[in-house]
Structure formats: structure tokens, C-alpha cells
């Protein structure tokens, strides 16, 4: 009922800032409040860093259809995606985990190694579970994921047969028989996020996986230890 009371929205993470109003004078008096506070504590903010930004036209404004923030691209139309790079880089975890992939036995058996791969590159690594596990709880763009879903099967298939990808190759190897292979899906599991069927929280996946790698260190290295003692024996 507070007749000066207006509605903001102010989000920050680390020195990236984020002021959204529903009309122009409150996001220019909430700008104004931020530098103001900002100088205060003997800080101040370049201003090739600053956007004023509008869905709308508004004086002082430049008119915008989308704008990102964080990696995330927040449209007019409500939609909130992965931005280009941040796309590109979802890509480039699986093409990073393929280049260091020595491929062995027949196609099926390339096919299974290549779709391990694949899993571990998206949601074991501890680096993709802060990319990817983050952005599938706040985009809401299920078309973007499922062409990142095609781009990654294609990946496997070029990497599989060892050759470029072309879409007849859907022939030899078909993008069902990768999904019945177990080839993770970021639609599936933006669906999971959606209905509350993944809970666990980042913190609890970090120490999951720092977990698992210490133990899988820790028989590698007793392996090792118990090979030397045969050899000794023989």
C-alpha cells in the first residue's frame, strides 16, 4: 500500500550486476543507487562495462530483443537459453574429452567407447557438472537443447567412423541406437530439473565426484602395488 513503493529486481555475482525494473525512472534510480554505492566503497565501474537495456522503446535506452547475463540469454519473447559461446563450450567439453579417446575393437565396440566418453564429458567431470548441471536448472529453451542433443550425437557418430559427419551416416549408426546405449540426453535431464527429480545440489555432486576419483586413485594405485609384488614373486 506504500504509494512510493516500486518493484526491482537486483541479482549479483561477484562484480557482475544485474537491475531489472518495470519502467525506465526506477532502473535509472536504481542504476544511480548502485554506482552511488559502489564509489562509496572506494570502487568504481567502467563505463564500457555498463548496458542500459529495454524490451521497449524508452529514452536513454537502447532497445533490445534479448540480453545475456552469466552465460544466459534472457529474451523479450521470456524465453532464457544458453548464449553462443556457452553453447560452443557445452560442445567443446565432449570434443575435449574425444581428443584424448583411444578408440579400440569394432564399430559397435567404438560406439559404446565413444558414448562413455560422451557421458563422462557431460556429467561426470567435475568442471561439467558446474557448466552444465547450472545452466539446465535456469534456461527454458527445450529447442536449443535438443540441437545440442543432435550436435553431440553427430560427434559420436564422426568420432564412431572416424570421418566427417554426414547425415547419411544416420544410416549406419541411427540416433536411437545411441539413446538405447545410454547417450546422456540435456533434454532428459533439463525435464529432471524441471520436475524436482534432481536434488542434489552442486556442492554434493563436487564432493560425489572428488570422491570417486580419489577411491578409483586409490586402486589404480594398489593395483599397481600388488603387480610389482607379483613380478618380485616370479
Not at 530439473?193 to 560425489?208: E, P, R, S, V, W
Request: charge should be positive.
Amino acid at each position: 500500500n506504500d504509494p512510493n513503493f516500486r518493484r526491482l529486481w537486483y541479482v549479483r555475482y561477484a562484480d557482475d550486476f544485474l537491475v531489472v525494473a518495470q519502467d525506465a525512472e526506477t532502473a535509472k534510480d536504481a542504476a544511480t543507487t548502485l554506482d552511488d554505492g559502489i564509489i562509496a566503497l572506494g570502487m568504481t565501474s567502467k563505463p564500457s562495462h555498463s548496458q542500459d537495456l529495454s524490451f521497449g522503446k524508452h529514452d536513454g535506452f537502447t532497445k533490445t530483443k534479448s540480453f545475456k547475463y552469466l552465460g544466459l540469454e534472457f529474451t523479450s519473447t521470456g524465453l532464457v537459453r544458453l548464449s553462443r559461446e556457452k553453447q560452443r563450450k557445452v560442445i567443446n567439453l565432449v570434443k575435449r574429452e574425444f581428443r584424448r579417446l583411444k578408440l579400440t575393437g569394432d564399430q559397435n565396440q567404438r560406439l559404446t567407447q565413444c558414448i562413455e566418453a560422451a557421458n563422462r564429458a557431460l556429467v561426470s567431470r567435475i568442471r561439467s557438472v558446474a557448466i552444465v548441471e547450472y545452466y539446465l536448472k535456469h534456461i527454458t529453451d527445450e529447442q536449443q537443447l535438443k540441437t545440442i542433443d543432435m550436435l553431440i550425437v553427430q560427434l559420436v557418430i564422426s568420432k564412431t567412423l572416424d570421418k566427417k559427419f554426414r547425415y547419411r551416416d544416420f544410416s549406419k549408426i541411427s540416433y536411437k541406437t545411441t539413446r538405447k546405449l545410454g547417450l546422456v540426453s540435456l533434454v532428459h535431464r533439463y525435464r529432471l530439473h524441471a520436475h524436482g527429480m534432481i536434488k542434489t545440489k552442486f556442492l554434493d555432486l563436487y564432493n560425489q565426484l572428488v570422491h570417486d576419483r580419489h577411491e578409483s586413485m586409490h586402486k589404480n594405485r594398489q593395483d599397481k602395488i600388488n603387480h610389482a609384488r607379483l613380478r618380485k614373486l616370479l
